[in-house]
């Protein structure tokens, strides 16, 4: 089950200001949605444990975050993939690019492009939720993101 | 005729048991001190396995103990086996990649059986799945028939580079193409026969228990054919010598063919009785069954029809491509080729045929006997591409039938068959006048009148049953013989026990056989019970699939029977003081020819066990005789069934209005049962045309994996039927009946295909036509409203 999501949020700080919360564990921890430990193992990789629900199949997933492609300050690519036991596995990445605004105007805009794939009993058992849940994931944490940043 | 005997509507005997929740299923059945199995499943439709740590999961609560390929290769398990030797078109044999019960070193669809979890509860047993860790290193899948073939695709079994497990075909090529070249119309069809889950009502089961006090094995298991499990099981899967296994197949809530075959579960649970020292029980829950029970048809195929230019055929030539999954299942091979292609001649005199069938592996589940199996393929192709030929002919689709029916009997196809006898026209004749095929024009115009779209549809089907003889199965490749042995038992008050090696899942059996004897013996079917489905009961049998339980079941106890006669004669001339040659049997009574002295069967019965009337040296006291039967033919039922649809264009919702089946087959024992056997083969028929599709995306996921995803007929998606018959005579059993167990099944889909084509004015729709899919199809022309 594959699927892919794309949009774009506008964060009230410059580049440099966002690439640093997105290189730092501890607000990428808070805003991904169901994360329960994200450790570095490196300068570009975590382990991670996240918990997900998709229709009637909730599991916690363990595995690996890791950054590429790294363009300081203008924006990386961050992939992960997690195995459920049972319930299946889920993996994805996202692009993610940095760009200023408008002439004029404040902070900056994050592009995200994410393509994700799932499979197990949360492909047989929640084919048409997984966009749903996909979408919503990817909203959340960009939404939460945002937050952190305006939070300062 | 009489109430209770053959041709009678006797009420079922075990339904008051089925519907009052008495039946004894196999889920029923819980031995003292069994442990529970759960199974862990790859999520993965391709993947090596580099590493399984169950360390955590063992230390679970209540873990007895969780076993994997390692340890079934360590006690020397055998795999599991296809049982039906294919040959390629080459020479070469079919490509059979191992088939492990579990996983050993690689996964090859998302739900191959990786480890075994048998703990004191079954919950205990889920939540100790969730701790085994495998590290799986993820390899590309091929999911699709058609990319199997291509150079690159992902190898699916190392023996199998190209990942053709056979490349195999029927009939005379040249001959075939000679007649093309001189052909005055020539019709070409593209058809996909979708890939169906079974579906049984009661999910697999298996109880596996040792006694060590005796060193033997006995596994409760839902068996269509529980010797043909233990043959296996101990043969070459090598979990006990026959002698030492018993197998009981108790009630088993249907089966459609799914049932057949010996799986993973069922012998895994059995040979981890003896290694846990105690009974283990596992039940499917509905996603496994949607996972890992053999599914059915996946069939592309091209199909040209070479026609003169009087609209005679000429002849057919057809391609068709198999998917057979990930592993061979018991008897995948056979579905596509010799249960397949054989009947491509349909009701048509067609002079030369010639098919080929590639058959694939790819990462899905196996694929294997689907209700029908390979006849609903074969119709299929027939019935849709004799109708696109008279669309395109500008002829009638019954009249061009008719003219290409086969007329005399018997009759011998290009294609292996000889078919003994049928009455074509006849079924043709009746069905078009019950159907009202003469005013469908005028319900065409009312359907129009009203927004909607009026389709017809014919399917004229032929099947084979009974597939037989053993000796011309065995030259094709079966790795069995498909004869069926009976033993009826004659107890001293004059009740029967017959023993079948039959087994019935739904089909009735209880009370068809025993209306046989009944009708034979003149005694009530209260009188008489019928045994079958262990192995420790019934000495041998095949089982039951194909419709054969009529034809080949029934006839062994036919012969059974023949040989208690005679036998009760010889006790009864003793008795009556007369030559056994004097006396004669009839409506239960015996009598001396040209006397009043007579005795009844019971009497008899009772003489023949306490033995005062003769000496043991002149006859043997009891009444008890066996048979074997082996047929001397398949049998071939065949009808015409006619559909009807109504077609919303603004949805694509398309409404089965009317639904005409007229069938053949032979003599009938219990019409209310045969009828009740139409029914159902037409409604999962209609299921595979309008709503039933498993769908694999690009990755190998099985996304309809629940019945949220995957839609069954319900009774709002089906119509009333209206069922006749025609008869003629089977003369390859004593009998002389056919099967009917199928006919609905292999009718169907081209009827209702034949219909939606018709209605909507082209040949380009796949099954399921879902609205969505006729919806789509409706867009790629203006349709003409007959209004119009």
């Known amino acids: 089950m594959a699927m892919t999501m794309k949009g774009e949020v506008a964060l009230p700080a410059d580049r440099e200001t966002v690439w640093a919360k997105l290189n730092d564990p501890e607000v990428l921890k808070a805003c991904i949605p169901g994360c329960q430990t994200l450790e570095k193992t490196s300068e570009t990789s975590f382990t991670a444990v996240v918990k997900l629900k998709v229709g009637p199949v909730g599991a916690t997933f363990k595995g690996n975050v890791e950054l590429t492609d790294l363009d300081p300050p203008n924006g990386y690519r961050i992939s992960g993939q997690g195995e459920g036991g049972v319930a299946g596995f889920a993996k994805g990445g996202a692009t993610v690019s940095l760009t200023d605004p408008a002439e004029g105007a404040e902070g900056c805009t994050l592009n995200y492009n994410v393509e994700a794939n799932v499979g197990g009993k949360i492909a047989q058992l929640g084919a048409r939720l997984i966009d749903g849940v996909a979408k919503k994931t990817a909203d959340q944490f960009f939404a939460n993101f945002a937050a952190a940043v305006k939070a300062g | ?788």
């Open chain 2, 1 to 788: 005729m009489s109430a209770t005997g053959i041709g009678a509507s006797v009420r079922r005997k075990e339904d008051f048991r089925f519907i009052t929740g008495k039946g004894q299923y196999t889920d029923d059945v819980n031995r003292f001190g069994q442990a529970h199995a759960a199974f862990l499943h790859s999520p993965h439709a391709h993947a090596e396995i580099v590493s399984i740590d169950t360390s955590a999961a063992s230390a679970m609560p209540g873990v007895a103990a969780i076993f994997t390929g390692a340890d079934l290769a360590a006690d020397k398990i055998g795999g599991l086996i296809c049982g039906w030797m294919i040959h390629s078109k080459d020479g070469t044999p079919m490509k059979a990649g191992a088939h492990p019960a579990l996983a050993q070193g690689k996964v090859r669809y998302v739900g191959d059986h990786v480890a075994i979890v048998i703990a004191d509860t079954l919950a205990e047993a889920k939540d100790a799945l969730e701790k085994i860790v495998v590290d799986y290193k993820v390899l590309p899948a091929v999911v699709a028939s058609m990319d199997a073939l291509k150079p690159g695709a992902p190898v699916v079994h190392d023996v199998a580079p190209d990942n053709a497990v056979y490349r195999w075909a029927i009939g005379n090529e040249s001959e075939t193409n000679a007649a093309f070249a001189k052909a005055a119309h020539v019709t070409k069809i593209d058809l996909v026969n979708n890939r169906l889950v079974p579906n049984a009502m009661e999910p697999r089961a298996a109880v596996g228990d040792y006694d060590s006090g005796n060193d033997a094995f006995t596994l409760y298991t839902t068996s269509q054919n529980p010797h043909v499990a233990r043959l296996v099981l101990s043969a070459f899967i090598g979990i006990a010598p026959e002698h030492k296994l018993r197998v009981i197949a108790p009630d088993v809530g249907g089966g459609f063919g799914s049932k057949i075959f010996i799986y993973a579960e069922e012998t895994a649970c059995v040979w981890a009785a003896k290694k846990v020292g105690r009974p283990v029980k596992w039940t499917a829950d509905r996603t496994e069954a949607f996972l890992a029970d053999a599914h059915g048809r996946d069939h592309v195929t091209h199909a040209e029809l070479a026609l003169d230019d009087k609209g005679k055929i000429l002849a057919l030539r057809v391609h068709t491509t198999a998917n057979l999954g990930a592993y061979l299942s018991t008897f995948s091979s056979s579905v596509p080729t010799y249960l397949y292609a054989p009947l491509l001649s349909g009701q048509y005199d067609i002079p030369a045929i010639y098919c080929e069938v590639d058959a694939v592996y790819t990462n899905t589940a196996p694929v294997d006997a689907y209700r029908g199996a390979g006849r609903p393929e074969a119709t299929f192709v027939i019935e849709r591409i004799v109708e696109v030929a008279a669309r395109e002919t500008g002829s009638d689709p019954a009249q061009f039938r008719r003219k290409n029916f086969v007329k005399t009997f018997p009759h011998q196809t290009p294609v292996i068959m000889c078919y003994d006898a049928g009455n074509y026209v006849a079924s043709l004749e009746k069905a078009l006048e019950m159907s009202d095929y003469r005013n469908v024009g005028k319900r065409k115009k009312e359907s129009a009148r009203k927004g909607l779209l009026r389709g017809i549809g014919i399917s004229a089907y032929i099947e084979a049953c009974g597939i037989a003889p053993s000796a011309a199965v065995g030259s094709l490749g079966a790795g069995v013989g498909l004869w069926e042995s009976a033993e009826v038992r004659v107890n001293p008050i004059g009740t029967v026990e017959i023993l079948t090696g039959s087994h019935s899942h739904g089909q009735g059996h209880e009370t068809t056989f025993a209306q046989l004897v009944s009708e034979r013996l003149g005694i009530s079917i209260d009188n008489v019970s019928i045994v079958h489905g262990d192995t420790d009961k019934v000495q041998m049998g095949m089982g039951t699939y194909g419709s054969r339980s009529g034809a080949v079941g029934m006839s062994a106890i036919v012969k059974a029977l023949d040989k208690i006669e005679a036998k009760a004669k010889r006790v009864a001339g003793y008795v009556l003081e007369a030559s056994h040659e004097d006396i004669e049997f009839k409506d239960g009574k015996f009598t001396v020819r040209g006397t009043d002295k007579e005795i009844d069967f019971a009497a008899v019965a009772l003489q023949a066990y306490i033995a005062h009337k003769f000496n043991g040296q002149d006859l043997e006291p009891g009444l008890k005789e066996s048979a074997f039967w082996d047929p001397t033919n398949f049998t071939f039922p065949a009808g015409v069934h006619i559909c009807e649809v109504e077609i919303d264009p603004a949805t694509g919702v398309t409404r089965v209005d009317r639904w005409t089946a007229v069938d053949d087959f032979g003599i009938v024992i219990n019409p209310m049962i045969v009828e009740g056997q139409v029914h159902g083969g037409i409604a999962q028929g209609i299921g595979q045309a309008l709503l039933e599709g498993a769908v694999y995306d690009a990755a190998g996921q099985l996304v309809t994996a629940s019945y949220m995803d995957y839609s069954m007929p319900r009774a709002q998606d089906l119509p009333n039927y209206h069922v006749g018959m025609t008869q003629t005579r089977c003369p390859s059993n004593p009998l002389g009946i056919k099967g009917c167990g199928e006919a609905g099944a292999i009718a169907a889909p081209p009827a209702v295909i034949n219909a939606i084509t018709d209605a909507i004015g082209h040949e380009n729709i796949a099954m399921p036509a879902t609205p969505q899919a006729v919806w789509r199809a409706l867009q790629q022309t203006a349709p003409k409203l007959a209004a119009e």
